[in-house]
Structure formats: structure tokens, C-alpha cells
């Protein structure tokens, strides 16, 4: 194993060409230098450095330039690598909840926005359901978050309707017998929709499948293994709008926050979250 310091000690002797200059460089004396490249001449068993009489001036062996190479190599890189780590102490982590269905491009591209404005903040995000986003607000465990809810149920920074749609595959018959639904797990207010809807009007239904994924909803649609509701911004070329089911209503997307203040970039967040999602 090589000594970084070592190295540094041998790099200073080579662009000072002298022990004395390098010892005054590095504020050693001149015998801690000449040990230091002795030691690191025994580490990798071959002379580095020719001496002449007098021990002012040096020359670099063919082992001795060969190692110079490596050693600027490797303290640059060690310094590199203080910095970054340096650096990355002084970020500010920023948690962001975002629903499953949410458009993860066009989040993408804003949160890419937001990083460009303000490079001192490090953006992590975490995809769920909008009841396991509320509960991780709660933990703490992120900071702000878009949930999909009823509209009006609560404090939020900004809100914005979301219509909702029946969906169902080509060839699949949503008007009579039993439905079969394709629908995301109990808690989801999609779910909720869709059975409560369809109990009040008495039709009959049963769940043919489920899936914590929008994609998997959305596949389960297209290929015709049931019917669901989805936000209208997620329905595919390969869904058809069903008119023949109880109509929906619309939810509400919610920009909220943990409890407690927010710091200054927490906050410059959610104003930056605010306006790009008010101008789609």
C-alpha cells in the first residue's frame, strides 16, 4: 500500500530537484525528507531518486519516473475526492413524495429547474400511494408531497383538479353483466371512487385484478383483464373511455408539507412546485 504522504513528499523532491528546496517547501527538515523517500523507496523495493555528491541536486530513475506518473495520479485523485465529500456535506437533502401516476418525465424536468436555480440542494424522491406518502409526512421521512385526495380535505400549499375516467381494453363490454375491475390497493382513492360509485348505482362488480403500479393497471386495461378509473392525463392509446358507467367526479392534487416550518430551500421548493405545476 502507498503512502499518499509519502508520495506528496517524493512528488515535491522531483519538481524541486532538490532535497533542501522540497524540505523548505514542505516544512520538514531536510533528513525527514531524505527518510521519507528512503521508506517509500523500501515500500516498493527499487531506487527512485540518483543523488549527486553534494545530495543538493536529484535525477529520477527509470522506477522513480515511472512512479511520478502514478503519484500525481493519486494525489490528485485523493484531493478530489476530499472535495466532493466536502461539498456534498454542505447539500441540503430535499425529500419529495410524488404519486405513483404522477408523470415521471415532466417531474423530472421540473425538479432539473428547481436544481439549476439552486445548485445547493440535493433532490431525493420517493414514489407511492397518496396514503403511504401522507403517513411517511408524518414520520418525517420526506418533507413535502403530492398526493392525489378529496378536494378541500385539508391545509395544502396549492391545489389543482384532476378529472377522472373509466378506462377499459377494446372489445371489453362495460355495460352489462358483471364488472370486472383492475384496481390499486385498498386506500387508494381510485379504488374508493370506483366501488363507491358503482354501489350506489347498484351495479354489480368483482376485482379481476390489482396492482400497486400504474403501469400494471394500465397494462391489465389494454389487455382487456378489467375496468378502472384512472386520471385522465393517464389513459393510453390502447384504453377506451367507457360513457356507460356512473360518471366521476373529480379528485384534487395536493401540494402539502410536514408539520413544523420549512426551511428557506424547503420552501423555495414548494413555491418553485407551485407556479411550474400551475402553468400545465
Keep these: 500500500m502507498l503512502d499518499l504522504e509519502l508520495l506528496k513528499t517524493f512528488v515535491c523532491v522531483v519538481d524541486e530537484g532538490s532535497f533542501t528546496r ?3 517547501r514542505v516544512h520538514r527538515t531536510q533528513s525527514t525528507v531524505s527518510q521519507q523517500v528512503r521508506k517509500l523507496e523500501e515500500l516498493v523495493g527499487n531506487p527512485l531518486l540518483l543523488r549527486d555528491r553534494t545530495g543538493q541536486n536529484i535525477s529520477v530513475t527509470e522506477h522513480g519516473e515511472l512512479l511520478i506518473h502514478y503519484a500525481r495520479r493519486l494525489l490528485a485523485l485523493s484531493s478530489e475526492a476530499v472535495e466532493a465529500l466536502a461539498s456534498d456535506l454542505d447539500l441540503e437533502i430535499l425529500r419529495i413524495g410524488v404519486p405513483e401516476d404522477f408523470d415521471a418525465r415532466r417531474m423530472a424536468v421540473i425538479l ?23 403517513q411517511k409526512l408524518a414520520t418525517g421521512t420526506i418533507d413535502i408531497a403530492l398526493v392525489k385526495r378529496e378536494p378541500d380535505s385539508g391545509p395544502c400549499w396549492a391545489a389543482w383538479p384532476e378529472a377522472l375516467v373509466w378506462v377499459k381494453g377494446a372489445g371489453v363490454d362495460s355495460a352489462s353483466g358483471i364488472l370486472p375491475l ?18 350506489v348505482a347498484q351495479r354489480p362488480w368483482r376485482v ?31 384504453h377506451s373511455v367507457c360513457t356507460d358507467l356512473p360518471e366521476l367526479p373529480p379528485t384534487e392534487l395536493a401540494l402539502i408539507s410536514r408539520e413544523g416550518a420549512l426551511t428557506g430551500l424547503q420552501r423555495a421548493l414548494v413555491e418553485f412546485l407551485r407556479e411550474a405545476l400551475s402553468e400545465a
Design 22 to 24: 522540497a524540505a523548505e
Design 112 to 134: 432539473a429547474g428547481f436544481n439549476r436555480a439552486r445548485p445547493e440542494a440535493r433532490l431525493e424522491t420517493v414514489s407511492g400511494m397518496s396514503t403511504d406518502l401522507k
Design 208 to 238: 379481476a385484478f390489482g396492482s400497486h403500479s400504474l403501469t400494471g393497471i394500465q397494462a391489465a386495461v389494454a389487455s382487456g383483464l378489467g375496468v378502472s378509473v384512472l386520471p385522465a392525463s393517464a389513459v393510453l392509446p390502447e
Design 182 to 199: 383492475a384496481l390499486f390497493p385498498q386506500g387508494c382513492i381510485y379504488r374508493q371512487r370506483a366501488i363507491r360509485l358503482l354501489d
